[in-house]
């Protein structure tokens, strides 16, 4: 197992659980400090929702050793020898290097956060954010600034979710990002109520504008971000600009990658052209069951079904992997974020022909107390009504009702199906008609008039 994180040791888990180890000697390497750890909620730990670093653990190095699962940590793999069976790997402590042989391989190396190639970016004072390593060393920056400005450079989940942790801290924070509006994985309009509620959170949003500099002062730390037109002083940079593949170990191994850097596997996880070769998480390319196309996705929910599917295969059972629809939820203060599906530019580049609706309801009866307004905005295609896509944005009981449109989108269903749904209903939970569901009938009369 190359990478001891989700996807990798999810699948060695799963593989000793069908093998003992009379049967099947486990083997996995990981560069660094910790294993089977919350990325997700490195954010909530800056933030002080999360108060201790050890509660993002799900299972230690130790509880991996326990199940003889031999876990070498602070180990990195720095070749993969595929006609020899073999990989190389370097003790990151020690420098000391070793061949180990294999018969399966499982690549489980996540992604890499983007660190643009700009000037200064490399200065004291600038985080990105992907490991608890990098959520440590962004912690200690904090405690040991005297200054309260930060910069987001980026306004994708990362990106808000850092804000607001920043704000939580009692920095006064600034996030500069290249697009329209913020969330770049919602269309514009919707992104805009995520604009107005990161500036109603006192976050000073800059959309439209793109980080040419990171300034330093004389002691060489950060100082302030620039872009064409503006400075905006900053005693901490977080970058939030995403995340990718990362595959560098994989091409030079000569695996194959698609269009998106990251590896390219059949439906039981295998490398493609590689009878002995899996790979999982955030360093693959998965099916995209409404466009057909292939995705990079990075989310800990697939790395773990990944692992799942790789262990079992790799373990002398079957099990496979059928692909996503890009279900994806998040939050700025308690305003709740929901996407499935496609986008309309998503849509577009798919070649489909689509009708958008956005309708606005309430998350229970209006009448109940604590009745939030929510807006949910719905693609279908033209002429079969298929659904394509949804997106919620609203208060609290908003976000999770996303799973309604993911579950419709993996079964293939239409608008007009959808609105037959018997979904569950009491004033304190939902009104008569759901939102999911009246939007649902607003695009199926749309699709009508389509025809």
């Known amino acids: 197992m190359v990478g001891g994180d989700a996807a990798g040791m999810s699948a060695a888990s799963q593989a000793r659980r069908l093998r003992g180890p009379d049967e099947l000697e486990i083997v996995a390497f990981e560069r660094g400090h910790f294993t ?22 799900a299972r230690t190095p130790e509880e991996h050793r326990a199940r003889d699962i031999d876990l070498r940590m602070r180990t ?9 069976g073999r990989v190389r790997a370097r003790d990151v402590d020690s420098g000391a290097e070793s061949w180990t042989p294999y018969d399966k391989l499982v690549i489980g190396t996540g992604a890499r956060p983007i660190r643009p190639e700009l ?9 990105g954010v992907q490991t608890l390593d990098d959520g440590q060393a962004l912690l200690d920056t904090l405690a040991h600034t005297r200054g309260r400005r930060a910069v987001v450079v980026g306004a994708g989940y990362i990106g808000v979710e850092m804000a607001e942790a920043l704000i939580n801290r009692g920095y006064e924070v600034t996030v500069v990002n290249r697009g329209r509006e913020p969330m770049s994985t919602l269309d514009p309009d919707m992104g805009r109520m995520v604009h107005e509620a990161m ?33 905006f002083p900053a005693d901490v940079v977080v970058l939030g600009i995403g995340v990718r593949p990362e595959t560098g170990l994989a091409e030079a191994a000569g695996l194959p990658l ?17 009878e002995n070769i899996w790979a999982g998480g955030d360093c693959v390319e998965v099916l995209d069951l409404v466009s057909g196309q292939e995705r990079h996705i990075p989310l800990g929910t697939h790395a773990n079904k990944h692992g799942q599917v790789i262990g079992t295969n790799a373990g002398g059972g079957y099990a496979t992997f059928p692909g996503v629809v890009g279900t ?9 974020i929901a996407r499935t599906g496609l986008r309309e530019k998503d849509a577009l580049r798919a070649g489909l022909r689509f009708v958008t609706v956005t309708i606005e309801s309430t998350s229970r009866a209006g009448y109940y107390p ?6 949910v905005k719905m693609l279908a295609e033209q002429r079969t009504g298929r659904l394509l896509g949804v997106q919620i944005v609203g208060r609290e009981g908003a976000g ?52």
């Open 36 to 57: 089977s750890f919350s990325a997700c909620g490195i954010p909530y730990w800056v933030g002080g929702d999360v108060t201790d670093r050890d509660q993002l653990i």
């Open 76 to 84: 990195e793999v720095t070749e993969i020898d595929v006609a020899g």
């Open 119 to 127: 000037p200064g970016v490399d200065a004291p004072g600038v985080h």
């Open 328 to 336: 994806a939820v998040s939050k700025v203060c308690d305003l709740e």
């Open 199 to 231: 500036e109603g959170l006192g976050i000073t949003m800059v959309n439209d504008a793109e980080v040419t500099k990171v300034l330093t002062g004389d002691d060489g730390r950060v100082r302030a971000v620039a872009t064409e037109d503006a400075e």
């Open 370 to 375: 604590g009745a939030s307004p929510m807006t």
């Open 400 to 451: 999770k009702r996303v799973d309604i449109a993911a579950v419709a989108l993996t079964a293939g269903m239409t608008v007009e199906r959808m609105t037959a749904l018997d979904l569950g209903y009491a004033p304190p939970f939902s009104p008569v008609w759901d939102p999911v569901l009246v939007a649902a009938r607003k695009a199926a009369r749309a699709v009508e008039r389509q025809a």
């Open 258 to 274: 698609g269009a998106h850097g990251g590896l390219l596997t059949d439906l039981a996880m295998r490398v493609r052209g590689h």
